[in-house]
């Protein structure tokens, strides 16, 4: 569903960030995305959510040629992909419906059908009574939930996590985990960046480890929390 | 253009605060310059026409019985003339008022040889070819002299077309620094929403979906700015009428604000709008283009 092959990554004239970056995602696939702090994550993921086009290499999403993809296409593919930000990046001045409600809204998606989708998400993460708070009024927990509704509404094909427990406590980023895990187990295809190797091998999916620029695959163990 | 805008920009923002009012100003100055270079032209044009409704003709000769003789053959000639309603001569009494302020109070029986000045008024619809009218005028009576007041009305509508390349001018240069603040404001609003313009394209919103919560939020900016420059010069403009009317007929009396030319007042917010919002589209859209 989504590869990459001999993918390098620079910013400007400076270093390669990534080198030779080769991997690919099958459909409903589940992988962490390990490293230590300097190694290319964000960049990777920034690559994995279309923020980017690598400096080299081929890209492909669902199917398309990064490199022959129009700008005007790339709209289109975002769509299919969500990404639940470290720092939420959730619009302060909306409600938490109003921020989960943003991409049906993009999509067009009829007022009563996003109230339906919306109120349904929303409690499904646990949600339902805050549903018109702000976010300056919601716990980091919460605010992380919004965001991973919000990353999720359009059930995409694609989900993008950088770091989603590393401003929650212990049990909020088992919670949030066991989100992850149930919505891959409805078909998403899902990565999930982390520092945390508790995490990691609570669940025992494979795992693509970045070092210096450069990337690895490891097999998954059997998870741990037999909850996961 | 007008598609259901999906407005993801918070209500209010600081920076932006001031730009009604920079626009404000901005027309304001834009629409006392309009109605300035308007109202020249139309004093000039009210004026020009009630001077070539009407022209005079001298007869300058020495020899009193010489210069009667040539006056009786010139208003023959004039009031044969098609398009020409009446030639009359001034009396004696009105010429010397007419000089008075250069001889002054001379007794008409003076040995000053005093020209004859016939004065003659045209149809209201007609127009007589006042070149070759003096030329035959020349060929009947050697002394008379045709003014149709054209060597210094040229000159009059030479410094008013002067004037009115000015104003214009002034309006260009206000339009222009407008767009430039517009650009301005526009790339401090970008700065501001920098994080949810990005959150939106990660979305997978289009260029134009984001663009179109700027052209909302510029269109409110330039009508604002706009309506209030527009009051203000009106209202100035009526102060100026009011001042013209007391002061009498002038050059700046006609254009200034009559019901009709209200008119044309309320287009310029509505111009105004459209351009902040047009600016604010192309600024924003070439900002996203340096987005992936």
């Given at each position: ?5 001999n993918v390098g990554?620079?910013y400007?004239m400076g270093?390669?960030i990534?080198?030779?970056?080769g991997?690919?995602?099958?459909r409903k ?8 702090s300097?190694a290319?994550?964000?960049t990777?993921?920034?690559?994995l959510?279309l923020a980017?086009r690598?400096s080299?290499g ?5 199917g398309k040629?990064?490199?022959?993809l129009e ?6 593919i ?10 939420f ?8 419906f109003?921020n989960?409600a943003?991409p049906?809204?993009?999509?067009g998606a009829k007022?009563?059908?996003v109230?339906?989708?919306v109120?349904e998400l ?11 708070a702000?976010p ?11 965001a ?5 509404i359009n ?6 996590a950088?770091?989603p427990?590393g401003?929650?406590?212990?049990e ?7 989100l992850f895990?149930a919505?891959n187990k409805e078909?998403?295809?899902t ?5 945390d190797?508790t ?11 970045l ?6 695959l490891e097999?998954g163990?059997?998870?741990i929390?037999p909850?996961? | 253009?007008?598609g259901r805008?999906l407005?993801f920009l918070?209500?209010k923002s600081?920076?932006?605060?001031l ?7 901005m027309?304001f100055?834009c629409t006392?310059?309009?109605a300035?270079?308007l109202?020249i032209g ?5 004026w020009s026409l009630?001077?070539?409704?009407n022209f ?8 009193a ?5 040539q006056t009786t ?5 004039l ?6 309603e ?5 009396a004696d ?12 109070d001379?007794?008409i029986?003076?040995?000053?040889p005093?020209?004859?000045?016939i004065?003659?008024?045209?149809s209201e619809?007609?127009?007589?070819d006042t070149?070759?009218?003096?030329e035959r005028?020349?060929a009947t009576?050697?002394?008379?002299q ?5 060597a ?5 509508l030479?410094?008013?077309?002067v ?7 002034v309006?260009?240069m206000?339009v ?5 603040i517009v650009?301005?404001?526009?790339r401090?609003?970008?700065?501001t929403?920098q994080?949810s313009?990005e959150?939106m394209h990660?979305?997978g ?14 269109l ?11 009051l ?5 403009l009526?102060?100026?009428?009011d001042?013209?009317e007391?002061?009498g007929?002038g050059l700046?009396?006609a254009g200034l604000?009559?019901a009709s030319?209200l008119?044309w ?13 047009l600016?604010?589209r192309?600024t ?7 987005l992936m």
């Amino acid at each position: 569903m989504i590869s990459f092959e001999n993918v390098g990554m620079r910013y400007g004239m400076g270093n390669e960030i990534l080198t030779d970056i080769g991997f690919s995602l099958e459909r409903k696939s589940f992988h962490f995305l390990v490293g230590p702090s300097g190694a290319g994550k964000t960049t990777l993921l920034k690559l994995l959510y279309l923020a980017h086009r690598p400096s080299r290499g081929l890209v492909n999403f669902f199917g398309k040629d990064l490199a022959t993809l129009e700008r005007s296409a790339l709209p289109r593919i975002r769509r299919r992909i969500g990404v639940v930000f470290q720092d939420f990046r959730l619009f302060d001045h909306l409600t938490a419906f109003e921020n989960v409600a943003l991409p049906l809204r993009l999509q067009g998606a009829k007022k009563a059908q996003v109230a339906d989708h919306v109120e349904e998400l929303l409690s499904w993460v646990g949600l339902e009574d805050r549903m018109h708070a702000r976010p300056a009024t919601l716990s980091g927990g919460e605010k992380q939930r919004v965001a991973i509704a919000r990353a999720i509404i359009n059930k995409p094909d694609l989900l993008v996590a950088d770091e989603p427990t590393g401003n929650v406590d212990a049990e909020m980023s088992k919670r949030l985990m066991h989100l992850f895990v149930a919505l891959n187990k409805e078909g998403t295809t899902t990565i999930v960046a982390t520092h945390d190797e508790t995490l990691v091998r609570s669940v025992g999916a494979p795992i693509l480890r970045l070092e210096k620029g450069q990337i690895s695959l490891e097999p998954g163990g059997k998870p741990i929390d037999p909850g996961a | 253009m007008w598609g259901r805008t999906l407005q993801f920009l918070p209500e209010k923002s600081l920076r932006e605060g001031l730009l009604p009012w920079v626009i404000g100003v901005m027309l304001f100055l834009c629409t006392l310059s309009l109605a300035g270079a308007l109202a020249i032209g139309k004093g000039i044009e009210n004026w020009s026409l009630g001077l070539t409704s009407n022209f005079s003709v001298q007869i300058v000769v020495k020899d009193a019985d010489e210069r009667q003789r040539q006056t009786t053959a010139a208003l023959r000639l004039l009031r044969a003339t098609p398009g020409i309603e009446n030639a009359k001569t001034l009396a004696d009494a009105e010429i010397m008022a007419l000089l008075a302020p250069w001889l002054g109070d001379m007794p008409i029986s003076s040995e000053l040889p005093i020209p004859t000045l016939i004065e003659v008024n045209l149809s209201e619809t007609a127009t007589v070819d006042t070149i070759a009218l003096a030329e035959r005028l020349v060929a009947t009576a050697p002394g008379a002299q045709l003014d149709d007041h054209q060597a210094w009305m040229s000159q009059i509508l030479e410094l008013a077309t002067v004037v009115q390349l000015l104003l214009a001018g002034v309006v260009i240069m206000v339009v222009l620094s407008t767009v430039a603040i517009v650009i301005f404001g526009c790339r401090a609003g970008l700065a501001t929403h920098q994080e949810s313009i990005e959150i939106m394209h990660l979305m997978g919103a289009e260029d134009k979906t984001i663009s179109k919560a700027f052209d909302a939020r510029y269109l409110a900016h330039g009508l604002k700015g706009g309506f209030l420059g527009v009051l203000l010069a009106a209202s100035v403009l009526w102060l100026l009428t009011d001042l013209a009317e007391s002061m009498g007929q002038g050059l700046i009396h006609a254009g200034l604000p009559e019901a009709s030319s209200l008119l044309w007042l309320s287009v310029l917010p509505l111009t105004a709008s459209l351009l902040t919002m047009l600016t604010a589209r192309i600024t924003v859209r070439k900002a996203l283009l340096e987005l992936m």
